[in-house]
Nanobody, 125 residues
Framework: VQLQASGGGSVQAGDSLRLSCATS????????MGWFRQAPGNEREFVAV???????YFADSVKGRFTISRDNAKGSVYLQMNNLKVEDTGVYFC????????????????????WGQGTLVTVSS
């Protein structure tokens, strides 16, 4: 299983970025896909998840600004980030886990066995 995140960069506050995560070696449509981020000196934190059925959930800090989507035909997941803030700065990781119970929401890093290498997002004021 391989996950490759891309799309990071340096932007100004208020700008937008779209992160992509390409996968291989897994039956993508059967996997929940998550995005996490880690700022320097901080623990990795949940950003968003899209379950295999397409339902989504976002951290409170990004609700209304970020959207998550997936293209099962391409085996890819995307994170559209609008109105970026300085506090959105960090390394963004995509993660995958085989689908679980419908009522279970995977918000913790330990819920995901597969990880990409991360892409750096820097937002300046």
């Amino acid at each position: 299983v391989q996950l490759q995140a891309s799309g990071g960069g340096s932007v100004q506050a208020g700008d937008s970025l779209r992160l992509s995560c390409a996968t291989s070696g897994l039956s993508f449509s059967a996997f929940d896909m998550g995005w996490f981020r880690q700022a320097p000196g901080n623990e990795r934190e949940f950003v968003a998840v899209i379950k295999w059925v397409g339902s989504t959930y976002f951290a409170d800090s990004v609700k209304g600004r970020f959207t998550i989507s997936r293209d099962n035909a391409k085996g890819s997941v995307y994170l559209q980030m609008n109105n970026l803030k300085v506090e959105d700065t960090g390394v963004y990781f995509c993660a995958a886990r085989i689908r679980g119970a419908v009522e279970f929401w995977p918000f913790a890093p330990d819920d995901y066995p597969y990880w990409g290498q991360g892409t750096l997002v820097t937002v300046s004021s």
